[in-house]
């Protein structure tokens, strides 16, 4: 699949589109612009094993302190 990208004369990448029309369109709308091909590379798929473990439904217990314990919050 291919693409283009569009550059400023700073070599700055100003956008991508998939349409050499587009593209050269919007070179057309600036100074010093230019559009390169580019090709994108299909990554290869990998297949990962992998465990399933069960689920865990309950929530863990959690500590509450009594007031006797509350400490003040200072900012």
């Keep these: 699949m291919n693409y283009y990208s569009i550059f400023d004369r ?5 956008s991508d589109c998939s349409s050499i029309r587009d ?3 919007l070179v057309e ?5 230019t559009y390169r091909q580019m090709k994108h590379i299909n990554p290869q798929t990998v297949n990962v094993p992998y465990i399933k473990l ?22």
Excluded at 10 to 14: A, E, N, S, T
Excluded at 29 to 33: H, K, M, P
Excluded at 61 to 69: A, D, M
Aim: charged share 30%; no cysteine.
């Design 10 to 14: 700073d070599g700055k990448k100003i």
């Design 23 to 25: 593209a050269i369109m």
């Design 29 to 33: 709308l600036g100074e010093n612009r």
């Design 54 to 75: 069960p689920d865990d439904l309950q929530l863990s217990e959690q500590k509450i302190l009594p007031q006797s314990e509350w400490q003040p919050f200072i900012v």
